[in-house]
């Protein structure tokens, strides 16, 4: 098992034109900067940025509670299938993941980048993660997750937006440089670059007028291969839940495609979660307080 306008000649030749502008622009003021110039700058923007999501709000918070439905895209970028999901976050390395479906659903396969999964005739399939252990309940009951899903776990929060804004971007061996100016999702942004002791390249493109996230890109290199693959995520539609600026639509492109869309229909934060809650002992509750229910239901279907 494995874990997760159409445009006239004329426009496209202008935006091409325009992103070819805004690359060199940021190529120029990137290499006009010294490193101490850059990094002042880079830390400069970045608080902009976290005074747009919140500010304090944003910083400290502890925990999260989503609710909303993610969406599959095939390669020829048409949907493939869609789930509603409750996505609950102890920070840092704590989550929990709760899928609802209905029928034969094998986009949940596709979005966990599982096989095998028990999912025929519709319900419920709950991950959860703390750090590098993680489990999985669906109608087969509880399992632990491969090794290799949970690295990947603790890689997503070590190489994420969020975790490098309030954290990750004070620690020893990160360094911050100011990329330039750029057109991305046509606006135009300014660039932010983090590099840390394990190589990992991390760029967000921030709206040089909102001081909003717009994208966040992440390059990983294959071990084995030494291919480079473009993870990206953009963001749009910000509401404020609890003082927290919050992006409900979130797009996720791999090289280029898109693969995934998350739509976000509320969020709350500080609920004070209990840590039990993120553990395979609340799991192993949950499919027991089912079976019984099941049990329940069919004695009185009689």
Not at 78 to 103: A, C
Not at 133 to 142: A, T
Not at 288 to 296: L, N, P, Q, V
């Amino acid at each position: 098992m494995r874990l997760i306008f159409r445009a006239t000649a004329c426009l496209v030749l202008v935006l091409g034109m325009a992103m070819a502008l805004g690359k060199t622009a940021a190529a120029q003021q990137g290499a006009d900067l010294l490193p101490e110039q850059s990094a002042a700058k880079a830390k400069a923007v970045l608080q902009q940025v976290i005074g747009a999501l919140g500010g304090s709000a944003y910083l400290n918070v502890r925990d999260s509670d989503c609710e909303g439905r993610v969406s599959a895209f095939g390669a020829s970028g048409d949907v493939t299938g869609f789930t509603s999901f409750r996505d609950e976050w102890l920070l840092p390395m704590k989550d929990r993941v709760e899928y609802i479906y209905k029928g034969e659903h094998t986009v949940l396969g596709f979005l966990l980048g599982a096989d095998g999964l028990n999912i025929t005739h519709g319900g419920t399939l709950v991950t959860v993660f703390d750090g590098d252990q993680g489990w999985m309940l669906d109608k087969g009951g509880v399992s632990d997750q491969p090794e290799d899903v949970t690295k990947n776990f603790v890689e997503q929060v070590k190489s994420g937006m969020n975790n490098m804004l309030r954290s990750r971007r004070n620690e020893d061996g990160v360094e911050i440089r100011y990329g330039g100016t750029d057109l991305v999702d046509l606006k135009e942004v300014e660039w932010i670059e983090f590099f840390d002791r394990d190589h990992r390249d991390l760029r967000l493109a921030v709206d040089k007028f909102t001081h909003l996230p717009v994208r966040w890109l992440m390059d990983k290199r294959d071990p084995d291969t030494r291919e480079h693959t473009e993870i990206a995520t953009s963001y749009t539609q910000f509401l404020t839940f609890d003082g927290v600026v919050t992006p409900l639509s979130l797009t996720r492109t791999q090289n280029g495609r898109r693969v995934a869309q998350t739509s976000l229909s509320s969020c709350k934060y500080n609920t004070n979660l209990s840590p039990q809650l993120f553990s395979r002992a609340a799991l192993e509750q949950r499919a027991s307080e089912t079976a019984k229910k099941g049990g329940k239901d069919k004695q009185d279907k009689k």
